[in-house]
């Protein structure tokens, strides 16, 4: 046991002696870690948030197909789908897109009923009323009491007076979403009378979803149900491919470090040489020297990963992923504020340590070898 | 379905270990073939220095083998959320079935690599190392099984088809897969009850008599018992240790138990089965393999054999808890 | 003695780490119940996706899109068909002000 403190106290003066070419291997070695855990940090974040909540999504969603695009499902569908034995209920939703010219943003209207309005203190929605999404109140600068002003399809602008901003706790939901009542929504997006966007199906018994989303398509073959197990997986392999994508992209960075290592472990000062052959003359097996410098890789490895991976917690869970924020965003002018639950789990730390600091060790082998090998005879007479 | 963070990271590691395997097993022929250890030529000292090298790879992949051993696990857990009826990773395992060979493979392999870091330690410690022909003969066998297992994995990931939102007609694409079996059949819970206990009986007694007797055949037959161990306890598990600590008797999943839910129980529990197989296989191993050599092998064989009796102990332990102090009984 | 000062920064920042994970477990029970409120707003609104990119119908509403719809609003958008990443953007949209 003090053996083995002995050399890795030895391995640790080693690394001080040569301070600034190990400080930024060190620094390199996190910062890789500090990326490659915000990445699965965040994914597994958004997709445990995505699981939680669409949980209580719609069971069934009813689309039409028409020529392979999304067309306006006639009402009456509702009649064919209710008789179906297990549903209890179907309703049309009317939603749609609004591209907004002044701010570049896109908005996503929805249209409720009052039966299921949804803010507190309130009994109703006035036709000319619309509740907004955070970040559609914060790009227009809309506060309560102030008008939306959104152009209908004839070129007529039309103002709604903003009733109320969802709360930035919601903006995962609500970010871009403007709420006006179904009235109103389907005068503005001119939706012709007897049609919805898509159709909602309640089903009493979860274990029923299948079943009567395969009957739905048999009944009416120009429909697309889709179930919410399906929706929850799209999300989960959405956000497992989005991380998977960055990390495959990252590969040429991560060889790049490890050739880099592999490197520096390899060429030895003639410093270095000298030291190793008079640790090996005075007595020092190979086996010494090999384990001084995996303690090496050891310390290098535990400090970058410790490191990095509080760094990178810090980061997504407390500082909201700024740095990951522009890759994410791309193109949409609305952004939620990521508030995401700090869920981790074992399993993403097991993956941080397979994809750094195994291939890190990997590639220190064989040059850890080589440096035990020198020949001591040698290297002090040269 | 390649590009999930998990299965980059297996198949990375993967690759590492296998390409160090083919090295190893390249180096090792070398060795088989020209190892001399009278000679002093410039050929046997190279050899001799090449031992180093492949000892520590050696340490590096039986890690990295523990490591992914657990690490596919979790990623078939963490994947059953794509298929449909899958509960956990047996869901996973079911919807492509060669995924049940790879975790074979990986615990055949994991014992593989463990006993050959044993005979190394072994190895070293003598002056003539007199089992290196033997050591690399092994190495040679253990080579193939690390490449199949490789290829083994990757066909499971690819071959894996998730049930995501791809077609217009949802539900019909759902219902084509069909609910993947969730489960696993367990055997009839009473007469695996009697195997299990037998088995620990067995070797606690042949252990015990081991360390006080010193007879020669009580190794080999603990290290027969240690090889019927460990399949019997999987089993077991399978059959009628997990429902206890799910108290769900339809609940077999030998998997659930790793995770936080049931406190991470599953770590300790098996650690100590791979660690009372492992010693209950090494006094047996190292007679075999012994030759000429002199090692005081016989103090060593019974702090084995202790150790083995404790972690077989710990396990049944383990096991046998939830069965005294939980309210629930399984019906057999 | 070096190998203290290592130590003891190691076991530092393995506690921080540790810490992080428990205030993330902590957090997470509370974050949970203000999830628990926003799921009846999912159930109350019907909504079937999380509002994170807004650029498109297929990235503002992944769930309900075809195969075949990230060639119908913008190619070079953030997307989750590969193809988008190497199709470039038309001109027309460069310029968001220009659409009639």
Same mark, same amino acid.
């Given at each position: 046991?003090?053996?083995?403190?002995?050399?890795?106290? *030895?391995?640790?003066?080693?690394?001080?002696?040569?301070?600034?070419?190990?400080?930024?291997?060190?620094?390199?070695?996190?910062?890789?870690? %500090?990326?490659?855990?915000?990445?699965?940090?965040?994914?597994?974040?958004?997709?445990?948030?995505?699981?939680?909540?669409?949980?209580?999504?719609?069971?069934?969603?009813?689309?039409?197909?028409?020529?392979?695009?999304?067309?306006?499902?006639?009402?009456?569908?509702?009649?064919?789908?209710?008789?179906?034995?297990?549903?209890?209920?179907?309703?049309?939703?009317?939603?749609?897109?609004?591209?907004?010219?002044?701010?570049?943003?896109?908005?996503?209207?929805?249209?409720?009923?009052?039966?299921?309005?949804?803010?507190?203190?309130?009994?109703?929605?006035?036709?000319?009323?619309?509740?907004?999404? $955070?970040?559609?109140?914060?790009?227009?600068?809309?506060?309560?009491?102030?008008?939306?002003?959104?152009?209908?399809?004839?070129?007529?602008?039309?103002?709604?007076?903003?009733?109320?901003? %969802?709360?930035?706790?919601? /903006?995962?939901?609500?970010?871009?979403?403007?709420?006006?009542?179904?009235?109103?929504?389907?005068?503005?997006?001119?939706?012709?009378?007897?049609?919805?966007?898509?159709?909602?199906?309640?089903?009493?018994?979860?274990?029923?979803?299948?079943?009567?989303?395969?009957?739905?398509?048999?009944?009416?073959?120009?429909?697309?149900?889709?179930?919410?197990?399906?929706?929850?997986?799209?999300?989960?392999?959405?956000?497992?491919?989005?991380?998977?994508?960055?990390?495959?992209?990252?590969?040429?960075?991560?060889?790049?470090?490890?050739?880099?290592? +592999?490197?520096?472990?390899?060429?030895?000062?003639?410093?270095?040489?000298?030291?190793?052959?008079?640790?090996?003359?005075?007595? +020092?097996?190979?086996?010494?020297?090999?384990?001084?410098?995996?303690?090496?890789?050891?310390?290098?490895?535990?400090?970058?990963?410790?490191?990095?991976?509080?760094?990178? *917690?810090?980061?997504?869970?407390?500082?909201?992923?700024?740095?990951?924020?522009?890759?994410?965003?791309?193109? $949409?002018?609305?952004?939620?504020?990521?508030?995401?639950?700090?869920?981790?789990?074992?399993?993403?730390?097991?993956?941080?340590?397979?994809?750094?600091?195994?291939?890190?060790?990997?590639?220190?082998?064989?040059?850890?070898?080589?440096?035990?090998?020198?020949?001591?005879?040698?290297?002090?007479?040269? | 379905?390649?590009?999930?963070?998990?299965?980059?990271?297996?198949?990375?590691?993967?690759?590492?270990?296998?390409?160090?395997?083919?090295?190893?097993?390249?180096?090792?022929?070398?060795?088989?073939?020209?190892?001399?250890?009278?000679?002093?030529?410039?050929?046997?000292?190279?050899?001799?220095?090449?031992?180093?090298?492949?000892?520590?790879?050696?340490?590096?992949?039986?890690?990295?083998?523990?490591?992914?051993?657990?690490?596919?696990?979790?990623?078939?857990?963490?994947?059953?959320?794509?298929?449909?009826?899958?509960?956990?990773?047996?869901?996973?395992?079911?919807?492509?079935?060669?995924?049940?060979?790879?975790?074979?493979?990986?615990?055949?392999?994991?014992?593989?690599?463990?006993?050959?870091?044993?005979?190394?330690?072994?190895?070293?410690?003598?002056?003539?190392?007199?089992?290196?022909?033997?050591?690399?003969?092994?190495?040679?066998?253990?080579?193939?099984?690390?490449?199949?297992?490789?290829?083994?994995?990757?066909?499971?990931?690819?071959?894996?088809?998730?049930?995501?939102?791809? $077609?217009?007609?949802?539900?019909?694409?759902?219902?084509?897969?069909?609910?993947?079996?969730?489960?696993?059949?367990?055997?009839?819970?009473?007469?695996?009850?009697?195997? *299990?206990?037998?088995?620990?009986?067995?070797?606690?007694?042949?252990?015990?008599?081991?360390?006080?007797?010193?007879?020669? *055949?009580?190794?080999?037959?603990?290290?027969?018992?240690?090889?019927?161990?460990?399949?019997?306890?999987?089993?077991?598990?399978? /059959?009628?240790?997990?429902?206890?600590?799910?108290?769900?008797?339809?609940?077999?999943?030998?998997?659930?138990?790793?995770?936080?839910?049931?406190?991470?129980?599953?770590?300790?529990?098996?650690?100590?089965?791979?660690?009372?197989?492992?010693?209950?296989?090494?006094?047996?191993?190292?007679?075999?393999?012994?030759?000429?050599?002199?090692?005081?092998?016989?103090?060593?064989?019974?702090?084995?054999?202790?150790?083995?009796?404790?972690?077989?102990?710990?396990?049944?332990?383990? $096991?046998?808890?939830?069965?005294?102090?939980?309210?629930?009984?399984?019906?057999? | 003695?070096?190998?203290?000062?290592?130590?003891?920064?190691?076991?530092?920042?393995?506690?921080?780490?540790?810490?992080?994970?428990?205030?993330?477990?902590?957090?997470?029970?509370?974050?949970?119940?203000?999830?628990?409120?926003?799921?009846?707003?999912?159930?109350?609104?019907?909504?079937?996706?999380?509002?994170?990119?807004?650029?498109?119908?297929?990235?503002?509403?992944?769930?309900?899109?075809?195969?075949?719809?990230?060639?119908?609003?913008?190619?070079?958008?953030?997307?989750?068909?590969? /193809?988008?990443?190497?199709?470039?953007?038309?001109?027309?949209?460069?310029?968001?002000?220009?659409?009639?």
């Amino acid at each position: 046991m003090r053996r083995h403190l002995f050399i890795l106290e *030895f391995a640790l003066s080693g690394l001080c002696r040569r301070r600034y070419k190990n400080l930024a291997l060190l620094v390199a070695y996190s910062l890789l870690i %500090f990326i490659i855990s915000s990445i699965l940090f965040l994914t597994h974040a958004l997709k445990r948030e995505a699981e939680l909540l669409l949980q209580s999504s719609p069971e069934i969603t009813v689309q039409r197909l028409m020529a392979g695009r999304h067309a306006l499902v006639p009402v009456d569908w509702v009649d064919t789908i209710v008789s179906i034995p297990g549903v209890i209920d179907a309703s049309p939703r009317y939603w749609g897109y609004y591209y907004d010219p002044f701010t570049g943003a896109n908005f996503t209207v929805l249209g409720v009923r009052s039966s299921e309005f949804p803010l507190k203190g309130r009994e109703d929605l006035d036709p000319e009323d619309c509740l907004i999404g $955070s970040g559609v109140s914060e790009t227009g600068l809309l506060r309560t009491g102030d008008s939306l002003v959104m152009v209908d399809p004839e070129g007529i602008a039309r103002p709604f007076r903003v009733a109320g901003v %969802f709360s930035t706790s919601s /903006s995962i939901l609500t970010n871009d979403l403007v709420v006006l009542k179904e009235e109103t929504i389907k005068r503005f997006f001119q939706i012709p009378e007897g049609y919805a966007v898509d159709l909602v199906v309640r089903v009493a018994n979860p274990s029923e979803i299948d079943t009567i989303a395969k009957k739905i398509k048999e009944k009416i073959p120009s429909s697309r149900p889709i179930t919410r197990t399906e929706i929850l997986r799209t999300y989960e392999s959405l956000f497992d491919w989005r991380s998977g994508m960055v990390l495959s992209m990252f590969i040429g960075a991560l060889l790049a470090f490890f050739i880099f290592a +592999w490197d520096k472990a390899t060429g030895l000062s003639a410093e270095e040489r000298r030291e190793i052959g008079v640790l090996k003359a005075i007595g +020092w097996d190979s086996s010494d020297i090999m384990e001084m410098k995996f303690w090496e890789g050891l310390v290098l490895s535990s400090l970058a990963y410790l490191t990095g991976t509080i760094t990178g *917690f810090v980061h997504v869970f407390m500082l909201g992923a700024p740095l990951l924020e522009s890759a994410l965003k791309g193109w $949409s002018v609305l952004f939620p504020s990521l508030k995401l639950r700090p869920v981790i789990e074992v399993y993403q730390l097991m993956v941080l340590l397979f994809l750094t600091v195994v291939p890190y060790m990997a590639a220190t082998i064989a040059p850890s070898w080589k440096a035990a090998m020198t020949d001591p005879e040698e290297v002090i007479r040269s | 379905m390649i590009l999930h963070p998990g299965i980059v990271a297996l198949l990375g590691s993967s690759a590492i270990v296998n390409m160090m395997m083919l090295y190893s097993a390249f180096a090792g022929l070398r060795i088989i073939r020209y190892w001399d250890s009278k000679s002093s030529s410039a050929l046997q000292l190279s050899l001799e220095r090449r031992t180093y090298l492949l000892s520590s790879i050696l340490s590096f992949v039986l890690g990295v083998n523990l490591l992914g051993l657990f690490l596919f696990i979790y990623t078939a857990d963490d994947l059953h959320t794509q298929f449909v009826g899958a509960m956990c990773a047996t869901g996973t395992l079911n919807a492509n079935p060669i995924g049940w060979w790879v975790l074979g493979m990986k615990l055949v392999l994991f014992l593989f690599s463990a006993v050959w870091i044993f005979l190394n330690y072994l190895d070293q410690r003598t002056e003539d190392v007199p089992f290196v022909k033997k050591r690399y003969a092994l190495l040679l066998v253990m080579t193939p099984l690390f490449v199949t297992e490789a290829l083994l994995q990757l066909r499971f990931f690819l071959g894996l088809r998730p049930n995501i939102i791809t $077609s217009c007609c949802g539900a019909l694409f759902s219902e084509n897969s069909g609910g993947i079996a969730s489960s696993i059949a367990g055997a009839p819970v009473r007469p695996m009850e009697y195997l *299990f206990f037998t088995v620990v009986f067995l070797y606690l007694i042949v252990a015990l008599c081991f360390i006080v007797f010193q007879m020669d *055949f009580l190794k080999y037959l603990l290290g027969g018992l240690a090889l019927v161990f460990l399949p019997v306890s999987i089993a077991s598990i399978i /059959s009628f240790i997990s429902p206890y600590f799910y108290e769900l008797p339809t609940h077999h999943c030998p998997f659930d138990l790793l995770q936080g839910l049931y406190g991470y129980v599953g770590y300790p529990l098996y650690i100590s089965l791979l660690l009372g197989t492992l010693f209950g296989l090494f006094p047996s191993l190292s007679e075999f393999f012994k030759g000429r050599s002199e090692l005081p092998l016989r103090r060593w064989q019974r702090l084995w054999t202790t150790a083995g009796g404790i972690s077989v102990m710990v396990f049944t332990a383990i $096991s046998v808890y939830p069965m005294l102090f939980s309210s629930f009984v399984l019906e057999g | 003695m070096k190998y203290r000062r290592f130590l003891i920064l190691l076991i530092t920042e393995s506690l921080i780490l540790l810490g992080l994970l428990l205030w993330g477990h902590y957090r997470g029970q509370t974050e949970f119940v203000r999830l628990t409120g926003l799921k009846d707003l999912v159930t109350s609104l019907m909504l079937t996706d999380l509002s994170i990119w807004t650029e498109a119908r297929y990235t503002r509403h992944p769930s309900q899109t075809d195969l075949f719809s990230a060639f119908q609003d913008c190619p070079g958008c953030l997307e989750h068909f590969p /193809s988008g990443s190497i199709v470039s953007v038309p001109p027309h949209l460069r310029r968001p002000e220009e659409i009639p």
